[in-house]
C-alpha cells in the first residue's frame, strides 16, 4: 500500500468553480500534513501547510481529518491560474517526506 | 536569496558515464533530500541526508551514490548511467522536523541518457 494515495485527475473546471482534492495516508502516526504546488516540468512549491483544526490561505482551504486518515484542500473561485498539479505530502515526524502522485488541476475559461 | 540551486538543469549522457549532481542550499537547512520524478509518478526518493557527513538510503537508491561534506552541498553521482535513469532529479533541504517544516526544492536537472 503506498503512503499516501491520490486521484490523479485530471479535474476539469471552469473559472470560478470551486473544487475539492483528497489525499489518504496509511501511517496514522504522520505528524505534518503539506499541499504542493508544481507547474509543468517545475519544482514543487509549497501552497500550504495543513494544521489540525484547518486552516484557510485567501481562496485556498485545507482540511485534515486524523480519524479517517486524509486531508483535503478546496479551492474556491478557480482562476486559470491555479491550473496545475497539486501534491500532497506527509511527514512522520522523523526524516522522510512522503508524496501523492499529484492531481491534476485544469482550469477552462 | 538563492535558496536551493541545482547544477547542471539540463544534461545528456551516453549509458556508462557517470556524472555528479551537485545541490547547494543557503538556508542553513539540516536535513537534504535528492528524488527523482517520472511522467505519471510521484517524487521517489532516492537517497537523504540529516546532517553533515551523514547520509542514507532512500526508496530508490539503487545505481546512485552520494556525499554531503559540507552542510550547504549535497552530491548526486550516478558512476555508470542507465537509460532508466532518464528523469529529472529535484533536490530539497529542511530544518530539522519540528512542527510544520516543509521542504525547500531546487528548480529541477533534466537528465538524459542515451
Known amino acids: 500500500r503506498k503512503e499516501v494515495e491520490q486521484d490523479p485527475g485530471p479535474f476539469n473546471v471552469p473559472e470560478g468553480a470551486t473544487v475539492a482534492f483528497n489525499c489518504t495516508y496509511s501511517?496514522?502516526?504522520?505528524?505534518?500534513f503539506f499541499w504542493y504546488r508544481q507547474d509543468c516540468r517545475k519544482e514543487p512549491k509549497l501552497l500550504m501547510s495543513v494544521y489540525s483544526s484547518g486552516n484557510e490561505d485567501g481562496r485556498f482551504t485545507a482540511q485534515l481529518n486524523r480519524a479517517s486518515q486524509y486531508i483535503s484542500l478546496l479551492i474556491r473561485d478557480s482562476k486559470l491560474s491555479d491550473s496545475a498539479t497539486y501534491l500532497c505530502?506527509?511527514?512522520?515526524?522523523?526524516?522522510?517526506?512522503?508524496f501523492g502522485s499529484g492531481t491534476k488541476l485544469n482550469v477552462k475559461p | 536569496n538563492a535558496g536551493v540551486t541545482q547544477t547542471p538543469k539540463f544534461r545528456v549522457l551516453k549509458t556508462g558515464q557517470s556524472m555528479t549532481l551537485l545541490c547547494a542550499q543557503d538556508?542553513?537547512?539540516?536535513?537534504m533530500y535528492w528524488y527523482r520524478q517520472d511522467p505519471g509518478m510521484g517524487l521517489r526518493l532516492i537517497h537523504y541526508?540529516?546532517?553533515?557527513?551523514?547520509?542514507a538510503k532512500g526508496e530508490v537508491p539503487d545505481g546512485y551514490n552520494v556525499s554531503r561534506l559540507k552542510k550547504q552541498n549535497f552530491l548526486l553521482g550516478l558512476e555508470s548511467a542507465a537509460p532508466s535513469q532518464t528523469s529529472v532529479y529535484f533536490c530539497a533541504s529542511s530544518p530539522p522536523h519540528r512542527g510544520n517544516q516543509p521542504q525547500h526544492f531546487g528548480d529541477g536537472t533534466r537528465l538524459s541518457i542515451l
Open positions: 501511517n496514522s502516526a504522520s505528524q505534518s
Open positions: 505530502v506527509v511527514n512522520n515526524n522523523f526524516n522522510k517526506f512522503y
Open positions: 541526508s540529516v546532517g553533515e557527513g551523514t547520509t
Open positions: 538556508m542553513n537547512h539540516e536535513y
